[in-house]
């Protein structure tokens, strides 16, 4: 094979393998918003459940999911201040959200996008902060409303 032929037939072959890549990065998981993203679910509207402190949630860190919400503890004391309730689906692209203990914030497994533990973003690529559920404390119960 001659140099020129060479050459030609390893410019083609690059060619092709980056037109490949680039169309693959406007597919479905991309992280760039509105480029070829699917857009996630909106948050639960009508929320009404309860969980029982002794046993659903009973340590500081633990989370419940719910319809669609995570519920947190944040502290060892049975008083609003302890807890926590916001949407689980990222509000990039709806993946389920974990809780981070150890990092006091919610992160989202799929882009790393970062939430406060009020669901406030921090990090992107999310741009919306999470929807925040009301949280009432009768006694053992723990109720969650929208």
Do not use: W
């Not at 999310?126 to 053992?140: E, F, P, Q, R, S």
């Amino acid at each position: 094979m001659k140099r020129t032929e060479f050459l030609s037939t390893l410019g083609i072959g690059l060619a092709a393998a980056c037109t490949g890549c680039l169309a693959a990065c406007g597919k479905d998981g991309d992280a760039t918003p509105g480029v070829g993203t699917t857009p996630p679910p909106p948050p639960p509207a009508a929320i009404n459940f309860n969980l029982d402190l002794n046993n659903d949630i009973k340590s500081i860190g633990d989370s419940k999911t719910v319809s669609g919400v995570i519920v947190v503890r944040l502290a060892a004391t049975n008083v609003l201040a302890s807890f926590t309730a916001v949407q689980v689906a990222c509000t990039h692209q709806g993946t389920a959200i974990e809780y981070k203990a150890t990092q006091g914030q919610f992160v989202c497994p799929n882009h790393f996008s970062v939430f406060t533990n009020a669901g406030v973003v921090t990090t992107g690529p999310a741009t919306v902060n999470l929807k925040k559920y009301a949280i009432a404390i009768t006694g053992n119960t723990l109720t969650v409303t929208s």
